[in-house]
């Protein structure tokens, strides 16, 4: 089986369980982790890729964990006539997939970076930020 | 011997098409080499821009009128309410307001997804709006309601009319506080996690005119892509001048314009609905002002660089919202647009939420029309007040 991208989304308990050991130890998967990020609200996001026999027992085993999971089909494109670069969402990004460039001022997405947290979504004035799916 | 101009003799090199007009940022590359002297020989007109939020926003709306005839009381633009204390066809619609279903905060951080900002780009890009009405009914006005579906060009007039735009200097907002806040200025993290700022900067209008000595009722502008007017100073027109506890000169601060134009010449490029998460809605404006290089100190004011201009850094956890004095220094905005600067010795990241990027277009977009003789500039009936004049803010009791 080739390996299939998921997202998955932590409350704060759970981001202190050793979740990924037990990916491994009892459903025999290989992982992979594409992204992994924690919010100053200590909830986690985690996005793996995964391939094994045991693949939706391993997600079953998840979901009885509490952890919400998510196949990684949507994409974060940005509208480019909407964005000023203002660059409000640069500070705010956390993989650095919206940066500024300098000295010219201008807004850049790196799509490659992005982990698809939506935080640009909700911040950016403009609404230029878009999610597909 | 120094420079004098007057404002018929620079028009009268745009209508010939001998005006030499630049933007403020190439000014400060012109003088850092030319210097000051050479710059104010060369130059007739620096023209400035900024496309920042700009919440005193608001339209002037004529319906043209239904049969049987109606008295505004209430209306509504795609569920956004505008005002009606007007006359009888006229309704006034704020940049800020919002549906009377929206959750507002209530879903906190609401989103504020669509506001009057958002109608006025509607509004201005010719999309169709929905139109709700509701009156008492009077012998000469007996309608009592109205729906229906109209565009910018099925009503009388749009004049859009902003009581308070382009702001001469910001805060440089900062959270010292231990959670994120949802401001004007952006979603603020926790601990001084990031620090947001707001004008163009070398390139903002009222930077570089810091005494008004050539800004006032009547200027001719660049207003959301369209030409408009200073029409008075804004409201909460504070002058004043900003200095470190050195005494050392920082820039200016506190002026604001009342600014007005006719929406239908308008376009949605440079009037842009906007929604701050947790804050409210508005509406991003795009705005240029030229000034006449009239004498060398007007030229000497345009030209002073990012480098010499500072923002003051404020607490939006609890100095601003409490009006508590704040102690966190000035920031330049060379600093600020570098992407990193240090406060309480913590080095964050910063962003802007206006757009340096489209500060410049306006910018050069106002040099074209005035290059290509379409722009003349207009003397202003009267200068606006400045820090001289020393008005001081109130403060509300209660
Ligand atoms: S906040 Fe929105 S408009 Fe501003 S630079 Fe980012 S994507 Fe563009
Ligand atoms: S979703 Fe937006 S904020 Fe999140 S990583 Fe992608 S670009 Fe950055």
Same mark, same amino acid.
């Given at each position: 089986?080739?390996?299939?991208?998921?997202?998955?989304?932590?409350?704060?308990?759970?981001?202190?369980k050793p979740i990924i050991y037990y990916l491994v130890k009892d459903y025999?998967?290989?992982?992979?982790?594409?992204?992994?990020?924690?919010?100053?609200?200590?909830?986690?996001?985690?996005?793996?890729?995964?391939?094994?026999?045991?693949?939706?027992?391993?997600?079953?085993y998840l979901r009885s964990q509490g952890v919400t999971v998510q196949p990684l089909t949507q994409e974060i494109i940005r509208n480019e006539e909407r964005c000023s670069s203002c660059g409000a969402c640069t500070a705010i990004c956390p993989s650095g997939a919206l940066y500024m460039e300098r000295p010219n001022m201008e807004v850049k997405f790196d799509g490659d970076k992005c982990i698809v947290c939506q935080l640009c979504l909700k911040t950016c004035p403009l609404r230029a930020m878009e999610v597909r799916f | 011997m120094s420079i004098e101009r007057t404002y018929a003799e620079i028009n009268s090199k745009i209508k010939s098409g001998k005006v030499v007009v630049v933007t403020a940022e190439e000014?400060?590359?012109?003088?850092?080499?030319?210097?000051i002297t050479a710059a104010a020989k060369e130059v007739d007109v620096v023209t400035t821009g900024t496309f920042g939020p700009m919440c005193s926003s608001?339209?002037?709306?004529?319906?043209?009128?239904?049969?049987?005839?109606?008295?505004?009381?209430?209306?509504?633009?795609?569920?956004?309410?505008?005002?009606?204390?007007?006359?009888?066809?006229?309704?006034?619609?704020?940049?800020?307001?919002?549906?009377?279903?929206?959750?507002?905060?209530?879903?906190?951080?609401? %989103?504020?997804?669509?506001?009057?900002?958002?109608?006025?780009?509607?509004?201005?890009?010719?999309?169709?709006?929905?139109?709700?009405?509701?009156?008492?009914?009077?012998?000469?006005?007996?309608?009592k309601e109205?729906?229906?579906?109209?565009?910018?060009?099925?009503?009388?007039?749009?004049?859009?009319?902003?009581?308070?735009?382009?702001?001469?200097?910001?805060?440089?907002?900062?959270?010292?506080?231990?959670?994120?806040?949802?401001?004007?200025?952006?979603?603020?993290?926790?601990?001084?996690?990031?620090?947001?700022?707001?004008?163009?900067?070398?390139?903002?209008?009222?930077?570089?005119?810091?005494?008004?000595?050539?800004?006032?009722?009547?200027?001719?502008i660049f207003l959301g892509g369209g030409i408009g007017y200073v029409v008075w100073n804004g409201t909460q027109h504070f002058p004043d001048r900003l200095y470190d506890?050195?005494?050392?000169?920082?820039?200016?601060?506190?002026?604001?314009?009342?600014?007005?134009?006719?929406?239908?010449?308008?376009?949605?490029?440079?009037?842009?609905?906007?929604?701050?998460?947790?804050?409210?809605?508005?509406?991003?404006v795009g705005i240029g002002v030229p000034i006449p290089v009239l004498n060398e100190e007007i030229i000497r004011y345009a030209a002073v660089p990012d480098e010499e201009l500072y923002a003051p850094i404020m607490d939006y956890s609890d100095a601003y919202p409490n009006r508590k004095p704040c102690d966190l220094g000035f920031v330049s905005y060379a600093e600020l647009k570098s992407g990193k600067i240090t406060v309480n010795g913590k080095e964050?990241?910063?962003?802007?939420?206006?757009?340096?990027?489209?500060?410049? %277009?306006?910018?050069?977009?106002?040099?074209?029309?005035?290059?290509?003789?379409?722009?003349?500039?207009?003397?202003?009936?009267q200068l606006l007040p400045n820090a001289d004049d020393g008005i001081k803010a109130k403060v509300l009791k209660g």
């Open positions: 089986m080739s390996p299939k991208k998921i997202v998955l989304r932590f409350t704060k308990t759970l981001s202190e025999d998967l290989v992982v992979n982790i594409v992204k992994a990020n924690i919010n100053p609200h200590k909830e986690g996001m985690l996005i793996l890729e995964l391939s094994g026999e045991k693949y939706e027992q391993g997600l079953d | 000014l400060v590359t012109m003088v850092k080499d030319k210097g608001g339209v002037f709306l004529n319906f043209g009128h239904s049969a049987p005839r109606m008295k505004i009381q209430k209306a509504w633009l795609n569920k956004v309410p505008a005002y009606g204390g007007i006359a009888a066809a006229d309704v006034f619609l704020g940049a800020t307001e919002m549906p009377e279903d929206d959750p507002l905060n209530s879903s906190y951080p609401g %989103e504020f997804r669509y506001g009057g900002g958002h109608v006025i780009e509607d509004l201005v890009a010719r999309k169709p709006i929905k139109y709700k009405a509701i009156a008492y009914g009077t012998d000469c006005y007996p309608r109205i729906e229906t579906e109209i565009t910018l060009d099925d009503i009388n007039e749009a004049i859009l009319m902003n009581p308070r735009n382009a702001y001469q200097n910001y805060n440089c907002a900062v959270n010292l506080s231990s959670r994120t806040i949802y401001t004007y200025m952006g979603l603020l993290k926790p601990n001084l996690g990031n620090a947001h700022y707001s004008t163009a900067g070398q390139l903002s209008p009222l930077l570089k005119d810091p005494d008004f000595r050539t800004i006032g009722v009547g200027t001719r506890k050195n005494g050392k000169y920082l820039g200016p601060s506190g002026g604001t314009l009342s600014v007005l134009g006719d929406l239908k010449q308008m376009n949605p490029q440079w009037l842009r609905g906007t929604s701050f998460l947790g804050y409210g809605a508005t509406l991003t964050i990241p910063t962003a802007s939420m206006s757009s340096y990027k489209k500060a410049r %277009e306006v910018a050069g977009i106002l040099k074209q029309w005035i290059q290509k003789g379409d722009f003349l500039l207009s003397q202003p009936a």
